[in-house]
């Protein structure tokens, strides 16, 4: 199982109101979260970190799922956008498994093999000459 690019999304942590536990959230504003298992991991990863500093987190985060509209009948210079909150029940128990198989990674003499069926593998390869 892959690290997730924790970096490459916008991700805040908001209190909840009503249970003062923390729901991490993400926000993705331009593919739909469902089919976006990185935008799972990336929560699922959060909650993880979070936990691991003491703080009480919640199992459900939220996605902000935000879509500008393109049925208007003009631009007029304003994006209008549709908005909808995605709920996401995260199960972190992947997590210290997924880090245990990086650092074995990066303490291998060797780097792995390239992997013909992961685009990042192969962009690597082709990158390094391979």
Known sequence: ?????????ATSCVSSLSTNAINSSTFATTRSCSA?????????FYQWL???QGLPVARRGW??????R??????DARLEFRIKLIPYDGDDGWVEGALEAVRETLRAPEP???N???????????????
Do not use: I
């Open 1 to 9: 199982m892959s690290l997730p690019a924790v970096a490459s999304e």
């Open 36 to 44: 976006r298992g990185g935008y799972k991991r990336q929560m699922e």
């Open 50 to 52: 979070l936990r691991r």
């Open 63 to 68: 996605f902000v799922y935000c879509n500008a």
């Open 70 to 75: 393109r049925d208007l009948a003009s631009f």
């Open 112 to 114: 792995p093999a390239v």
């Open 116 to 130: 013909g069926e992961c685009e990042y593998c192969l962009f690597a390869a082709r990158w390094a000459g391979a």
